[in-house]
T-cell receptor, first 114, second 113 residues
Framework: AQSVTQPDIHITVSEGASLELRCNYS??????LFWYVQSPGQGLQLLLK??????LVQGIKGFEAEFKRSQSSFNLRKPSVHWSDAAEYFC????????????FGTGTQLKVEL | DGGITQSPKYLFRKEGQNVTLSCEQN?????MYWYRQDPGQGLRLIYY???????QKGDIAEGYSVSREKKESFPLTVTSAQKNPTAFYLC????????????FGPGTRLTVL
Protein backbone atom coordinates (compact mmCIF):
# COMPACT_ATOMS: atom_id res chain seq x y z
CA ALA A 1 0.00 0.00 0.00
CA GLN A 2 1.13 3.50 -0.68
CA SER A 3 2.21 5.72 2.19
CA VAL A 4 3.11 9.34 2.72
CA THR A 5 5.67 10.63 5.21
CA GLN A 6 5.95 14.18 6.46
CA PRO A 7 8.97 13.95 8.74
CA ASP A 8 8.57 17.37 10.37
CA ILE A 9 5.68 17.58 12.82
CA HIS A 10 6.34 21.23 13.71
CA ILE A 11 8.36 23.91 11.93
CA THR A 12 8.96 27.48 13.08
CA VAL A 13 10.26 30.15 10.72
CA SER A 14 10.62 33.90 10.93
CA GLU A 15 8.44 36.08 8.75
CA GLY A 16 10.27 36.80 5.50
CA ALA A 17 12.41 33.67 5.71
CA SER A 18 12.24 30.87 3.17
CA LEU A 19 10.31 27.69 3.84
CA GLU A 20 10.60 24.08 2.77
CA LEU A 21 8.22 21.38 3.97
CA ARG A 22 9.22 17.82 3.22
CA CYS A 23 7.06 15.04 1.81
CA ASN A 24 8.12 11.54 0.81
CA TYR A 25 5.90 8.81 -0.59
CA SER A 26 6.22 5.14 -1.26
CA UNK A 27 4.66 3.82 -4.43
CA UNK A 28 6.09 2.20 -7.53
CA UNK A 29 4.37 4.07 -10.35
CA UNK A 30 4.04 7.78 -10.95
CA UNK A 31 1.75 9.14 -8.28
CA UNK A 32 -0.65 12.02 -8.23
CA LEU A 33 0.68 14.46 -5.60
CA PHE A 34 -1.03 17.23 -3.68
CA TRP A 35 -0.34 19.80 -1.00
CA TYR A 36 -3.26 21.07 1.08
CA VAL A 37 -3.37 23.74 3.80
CA GLN A 38 -5.68 23.81 6.80
CA SER A 39 -6.37 26.69 9.18
CA PRO A 40 -7.55 25.74 12.70
CA GLY A 41 -11.06 24.31 12.74
CA GLN A 42 -11.44 24.60 8.98
CA GLY A 43 -11.49 22.32 5.96
CA LEU A 44 -8.55 21.73 3.63
CA GLN A 45 -7.67 24.03 0.76
CA LEU A 46 -5.64 22.83 -2.21
CA LEU A 47 -2.32 24.67 -2.66
CA LEU A 48 -1.02 22.80 -5.69
CA LYS A 49 -0.99 19.45 -7.46
CA UNK A 50 1.18 17.35 -9.74
CA UNK A 51 0.11 14.53 -12.00
CA UNK A 52 2.27 14.86 -15.10
CA UNK A 53 4.46 17.24 -17.06
CA UNK A 54 6.78 19.83 -15.60
CA UNK A 55 8.10 18.60 -12.26
CA LEU A 56 8.12 22.09 -10.76
CA VAL A 57 4.56 23.19 -10.09
CA GLN A 58 3.31 26.57 -9.01
CA GLY A 59 0.41 26.97 -6.64
CA ILE A 60 -1.62 29.60 -4.89
CA LYS A 61 -0.28 32.05 -2.28
CA GLY A 62 3.23 31.97 -3.76
CA PHE A 63 3.89 28.28 -3.02
CA GLU A 64 5.70 25.87 -5.33
CA ALA A 65 6.65 22.21 -5.15
CA GLU A 66 9.05 20.00 -7.02
CA PHE A 67 8.48 16.35 -7.85
CA LYS A 68 11.71 14.35 -7.66
CA ARG A 69 11.10 10.79 -8.81
CA SER A 70 14.58 9.59 -7.82
CA GLN A 71 13.99 10.71 -4.23
CA SER A 72 10.25 9.89 -4.08
CA SER A 73 9.73 13.41 -2.81
CA PHE A 74 7.40 16.32 -3.36
CA ASN A 75 8.67 19.13 -1.14
CA LEU A 76 6.75 22.36 -0.74
CA ARG A 77 8.62 25.68 -0.86
CA LYS A 78 7.99 29.36 -0.44
CA PRO A 79 10.72 32.00 -0.82
CA SER A 80 9.35 34.43 1.77
CA VAL A 81 6.87 33.40 4.44
CA HIS A 82 4.10 35.70 5.63
CA TRP A 83 2.53 35.58 9.10
CA SER A 84 -0.74 34.48 7.48
CA ASP A 85 0.95 31.27 6.26
CA ALA A 86 0.82 29.84 9.77
CA ALA A 87 -1.35 26.73 9.43
CA GLU A 88 -1.11 22.96 9.07
CA TYR A 89 0.09 21.56 5.78
CA PHE A 90 -0.78 18.13 4.41
CA CYS A 91 0.84 16.20 1.60
CA UNK A 92 -1.36 13.62 -0.17
CA UNK A 93 -0.82 10.98 -2.83
CA UNK A 94 -3.11 9.12 -5.20
CA UNK A 95 -2.33 6.55 -7.83
CA UNK A 96 -3.66 5.10 -11.06
CA UNK A 97 -6.10 2.31 -10.34
CA UNK A 98 -6.94 3.65 -6.92
CA UNK A 99 -10.01 5.51 -8.05
CA UNK A 100 -9.85 9.01 -6.68
CA UNK A 101 -8.71 7.88 -3.23
CA UNK A 102 -5.91 9.83 -1.61
CA UNK A 103 -3.54 8.89 1.21
CA PHE A 104 -2.59 11.78 3.47
CA GLY A 105 0.52 12.44 5.50
CA THR A 106 0.24 13.28 9.18
CA GLY A 107 0.76 16.97 8.57
CA THR A 108 3.32 19.68 9.40
CA GLN A 109 2.30 22.50 11.72
CA LEU A 110 3.90 25.78 10.62
CA LYS A 111 4.45 28.59 13.10
CA VAL A 112 5.60 31.99 11.85
CA GLU A 113 7.49 34.28 14.22
CA LEU A 114 7.12 38.00 13.69
CA ASP B 1 -21.36 29.39 -5.44
CA GLY B 2 -20.55 25.71 -5.74
CA GLY B 3 -19.17 23.94 -2.75
CA ILE B 4 -19.54 21.41 0.05
CA THR B 5 -21.55 22.09 3.17
CA GLN B 6 -21.31 20.18 6.42
CA SER B 7 -23.69 20.67 9.26
CA PRO B 8 -23.62 21.32 12.07
CA LYS B 9 -20.22 22.89 12.76
CA TYR B 10 -20.22 21.57 16.34
CA LEU B 11 -22.12 18.55 17.61
CA PHE B 12 -22.42 17.15 21.10
CA ARG B 13 -23.86 13.77 21.96
CA LYS B 14 -24.06 11.51 24.96
CA GLU B 15 -22.17 8.26 24.93
CA GLY B 16 -24.23 5.40 23.50
CA GLN B 17 -26.24 7.55 21.09
CA ASN B 18 -26.01 7.32 17.34
CA VAL B 19 -25.43 10.61 15.53
CA THR B 20 -25.64 11.55 11.84
CA LEU B 21 -23.36 14.11 10.22
CA SER B 22 -24.59 15.85 7.11
CA CYS B 23 -22.60 16.44 3.90
CA GLU B 24 -24.06 18.08 0.81
CA GLN B 25 -22.31 19.15 -2.39
CA ASN B 26 -23.52 21.11 -5.41
CA UNK B 27 -20.41 20.58 -7.50
CA UNK B 28 -22.00 17.74 -9.47
CA UNK B 29 -19.19 15.45 -8.33
CA UNK B 30 -19.63 11.71 -8.58
CA UNK B 31 -17.33 10.66 -5.74
CA MET B 32 -17.65 11.60 -2.07
CA TYR B 33 -15.54 10.77 0.97
CA TRP B 34 -15.58 10.89 4.74
CA TYR B 35 -12.39 11.41 6.74
CA ARG B 36 -11.67 11.49 10.42
CA GLN B 37 -8.97 13.84 11.72
CA ASP B 38 -7.27 13.45 15.09
CA PRO B 39 -4.29 15.53 16.27
CA GLY B 40 -1.02 14.16 14.91
CA GLN B 41 -2.69 11.50 12.77
CA GLY B 42 -3.57 13.35 9.62
CA LEU B 43 -6.71 12.36 7.74
CA ARG B 44 -7.94 8.78 7.80
CA LEU B 45 -10.53 7.54 5.30
CA ILE B 46 -13.74 6.19 6.82
CA TYR B 47 -15.96 5.53 3.79
CA TYR B 48 -16.10 6.61 0.18
CA UNK B 49 -18.63 6.44 -2.62
CA UNK B 50 -17.84 6.68 -6.31
CA UNK B 51 -21.43 6.56 -7.56
CA UNK B 52 -24.95 6.77 -6.19
CA UNK B 53 -26.16 3.69 -4.29
CA UNK B 54 -22.63 2.35 -3.94
CA UNK B 55 -20.00 2.87 -1.25
CA GLN B 56 -16.88 1.17 0.09
CA LYS B 57 -15.18 0.94 3.45
CA GLY B 58 -12.05 2.94 3.99
CA ASP B 59 -9.30 2.30 6.49
CA ILE B 60 -11.30 2.89 9.68
CA ALA B 61 -14.93 2.00 8.88
CA GLU B 62 -15.73 0.11 12.09
CA GLY B 63 -18.44 1.86 14.08
CA TYR B 64 -19.56 4.03 11.17
CA SER B 65 -22.21 3.71 8.46
CA VAL B 66 -23.10 5.73 5.36
CA SER B 67 -25.70 5.96 2.62
CA ARG B 68 -25.61 7.45 -0.86
CA GLU B 69 -29.18 7.76 -2.09
CA LYS B 70 -28.58 11.03 -3.94
CA LYS B 71 -25.58 12.31 -5.84
CA GLU B 72 -25.51 15.47 -3.75
CA SER B 73 -25.66 13.88 -0.31
CA PHE B 74 -23.44 11.49 1.67
CA PRO B 75 -24.47 11.38 5.35
CA LEU B 76 -22.27 9.66 7.92
CA THR B 77 -23.71 7.95 11.00
CA VAL B 78 -21.44 7.50 13.98
CA THR B 79 -22.86 4.55 15.87
CA SER B 80 -22.57 3.60 19.51
CA ALA B 81 -20.15 0.86 18.40
CA GLN B 82 -17.48 3.46 17.60
CA LYS B 83 -15.23 3.30 20.64
CA ASN B 84 -13.71 6.76 20.43
CA PRO B 85 -15.99 8.97 18.32
CA THR B 86 -14.81 12.39 19.48
CA ALA B 87 -12.96 13.87 16.49
CA PHE B 88 -13.08 16.35 13.63
CA TYR B 89 -14.91 14.90 10.60
CA LEU B 90 -14.28 16.12 7.07
CA CYS B 91 -16.31 15.41 3.96
CA UNK B 92 -14.84 15.73 0.48
CA UNK B 93 -15.87 15.21 -3.12
CA UNK B 94 -14.16 14.74 -6.46
CA UNK B 95 -14.91 14.16 -10.10
CA UNK B 96 -13.32 11.48 -12.27
CA UNK B 97 -10.47 13.27 -13.93
CA UNK B 98 -6.77 13.01 -14.45
CA UNK B 99 -6.05 15.40 -11.60
CA UNK B 100 -7.76 13.41 -8.77
CA UNK B 101 -8.23 16.60 -6.76
CA UNK B 102 -10.57 16.41 -3.77
CA UNK B 103 -12.58 19.38 -2.54
CA PHE B 104 -13.28 19.62 1.19
CA GLY B 105 -16.11 20.86 3.33
CA PRO B 106 -15.55 22.96 6.48
CA GLY B 107 -15.81 19.99 8.84
CA THR B 108 -17.89 18.98 11.86
CA ARG B 109 -16.42 18.77 15.35
CA LEU B 110 -18.13 15.91 17.18
CA THR B 111 -17.78 15.66 20.94
CA VAL B 112 -19.21 12.66 22.75
CA LEU B 113 -19.72 13.26 26.45
Amino acid sequence: AQSVTQPDIHITVSEGASLELRCNYSYGATPYLFWYVQSPGQGLQLLLKYFSGDTLVQGIKGFEAEFKRSQSSFNLRKPSVHWSDAAEYFCAVGFTGGGNKLTFGTGTQLKVEL
Amino acid sequence: DGGITQSPKYLFRKEGQNVTLSCEQNLNHDAMYWYRQDPGQGLRLIYYSQIVNDFQKGDIAEGYSVSREKKESFPLTVTSAQKNPTAFYLCASSTPSTSREQFFGPGTRLTVL
